[in-house]
Every structure is written in C-alpha cells, then in structure tokens.
C-alpha cells in the first residue's frame, strides 16, 4: 500500500472517529450492490488532489475541499476514495440526497473492502441498508431499489390541525395544495430518562406544492427558543405543533417509521 493510501485512511478514521457527521433519520430502504475488482493503479495527481481536499474537509474549507475532489474525481472517474471523501462534504452540509448518491457510486467502484465499509457506514446514517453481493470481476454492477408503499394521504382543511406519518401526504383539495413529511433530520431530543443540561431539539423536513408546481422543500425545529416551527409558502403559514413520540431512553432509538408530525395550515 503506497504511503498516500496510508494517509488516507488515518486521516479518514480520525475524522469519523472524532467527528461524527450529521446524521438523517428516514425509512430505511434496501440496496443490493454487486462489487467488481479493485484496481489500486492511481494517477499521483489525483490522490494529490483528494488529500488536498480530504485535508480541506478536516479544517472545515468545505468549498476547497470540494473543488479538489471534484477535480480528482474529474481526472479519474472510478477514484472511489474521492466519492468517499466527497460525500462526507456534502452529509456535513446537510446536503444528504448528493450524499448518499456518491456513497452508493463507491459500492460501484474499484474500492478496498475498508473503503467501500465506511461508504456502508455513512449510509446506515443516511437510513439506508447495503447489502453486497460477490460477482466476477467482469460483471456489470447494478443496484436494485424495491418500490415503496406510501402511506394512504388524508384529507385536510386549512385551520384544521393533522396528523403525518413519515412519506405519509396531506391533500387540501380546496386549495389544490399538497403537504408531504419527507424525513427528520435531526433528534436529539433530551430523553425523559436522562437529566439534560439542554432540552435538545428535532428538526423535521416538509414538501409542499400547489396546483401541480414543484414541490419546495421546508426544515422545521421543534426548540421554541430558536423560532422555526414556522415557514411561509406563498398566502400559506405552516406551523410544527408536535413530533411524536418523544424519546424515552437514549439506548433505545425510534425506528424511523414511528414518527408523526403535527401541522396546522393556515391563509396569511
């Protein structure tokens, strides 16, 4: 293993291990992935460029560190460490969706089993389950998603206070307006077993959309302090009232499917 490979990954298990990066709760979805060889011959430039970044990411210059790997990625398209890398930039941003997209790029890649087990790791963070499946080198990788089942939508009215289950869509047919619980972000609620310095907070995201348009994304935090239980989209005031249930023991988490919100709609 060349001495750079060697930097890489003390670098990459000090951060991990020192700095966790955000983490989202959502429905866990399955992906099966098949690996294929890895091939270790790698241009110095480019592993010069994702140390610059990986070093970037460390001192927190998170737009450096991703104009480096972009460029190692640009040199070298199948360089799995700097989708790794890359990744761990856009989850510390809270940008999860491009997160997860270039975790699952490393599953598809040249990658050393370290490698792609820490792509696995950030996944589990991002509520998403990776199982791999040995295949000859010469094998094409795929990756299956199975199509989920929302949950049925309700029917509400504006002033009216409604109850979602995560995925679950909120129809206000007289407005043609659509509501959907995407996922909860953040819950790092003070349990009721435990004595907190801090009461914690969570923090929920919400899609909403109007006479077909596209959807817009919306974050609201149950800490009343801050003040972002609210949101305005168009002539509409969306308030966050509850998010259920409430943590009873820290060694026990809840299972993402168990989350509900509580909104009320109302015309400015």
Known sequence: MKLTHIIYLIIAFVLTACEPLP??????????????????????LVEEYSYKGLTSYAAGAFENAMDNLNQAIKLDPAYASAYLYRGMVYQQQGLFENARADYLKVLTLPADSETQAKAKTQLKQLGIEV??????????????????????????????????????EAHFEE???????????????????VLCAWSGQAVVQIQVQQNGSLPTSFVLNTNPSLKLDTVVYM??????????????????????????????????
């Open 235 to 268: 002539k509409y005031s969306i308030r966050l009232l509850n998010l259920a249930p409430y943590p009873e023991d820290p060694k026990t988490p809840i299972p993402p499917g168990a989350y509900t919100i509580t909104l009320v709609v109302t015309r400015r």
């Open 131 to 168: 199982t791999i499946n040995p295949s000859p080198p010469t094998s094409t990788p795929t990756i299956a998603l199975p199509l989920p089942t929302p949950p049925k939508p309700v029917g509400v009215r504006l002033d009216q206070t409604f109850t979602l289950s995560l995925n679950q």
């Open 175 to 193: 407005d043609d307006l659509l509501l959907r619980f995407t996922s909860v972000l953040e819950d790092s609620r003070c349990p009721k077993q």
């Open 23 to 44: 983490t989202v709760t959502s429905t866990p979805t399955l992906f099966t992935v098949k690996t294929v060889q890895v091939d270790t011959a790698v241009p110095p």
